[in-house]
Nanobody, 116 residues
Framework: QVQFVESGGGLVQPGGSLKLSCAAS????????MGWYRQAPGKQREVVAQ???????TLADPVKGRFTISRDNARKMLYLQMNSLKPEDTAVYYC??????????WGQGTQVTVSS
């Protein structure tokens, strides 16, 4: 099993940028689809971006053109570069891995607040 520690969140003004990082522990990090998810207050958790073990990326429509997901299998790291941030991007962001339709345990997440 893999455990995740997210970092890099904070308070940023609209239009600003942040880069989130996710450090994974455990073995076989290069297997499965890694993803970033977010949960805003009063809303369900939603997928933001995913990257397969082969490097194919998928972005949710609200973040296309603004967010970029990447992974470093050697370092067991996942990243989310977020540009042109909007107030509606405010949420707790989590990383996770999807294997055969199953997600791992959730970490603590990192808070992103976009506000002037």
């Amino acid at each position: 099993q893999v455990q995740f520690v997210e970092s890099g969140g904070g308070l940023v003004q609209p239009g600003g940028s942040l880069k989130l990082s996710c450090a994974a522990s455990g073995s076989r990090f290069n297997i499965g689809t890694m993803g970033w998810y977010r949960q805003a207050p009063g809303k369900q958790r939603e997928v933001v971006a995913q990257i397969s073990s082969a490097g194919t990326t998928t972005l949710a429509d609200p973040v296309k053109g603004r967010f970029t997901i990447s992974r470093d299998n050697a370092r067991k790291m996942l990243y989310l570069q977020m540009n042109s941030l909007k107030p509606e991007d405010t949420a707790v962001y989590y990383c996770n891995r999807l294997i055969l339709g199953t997600l791992e345990s959730w970490g603590q997440g990192t808070q992103v607040t976009v506000s002037s």
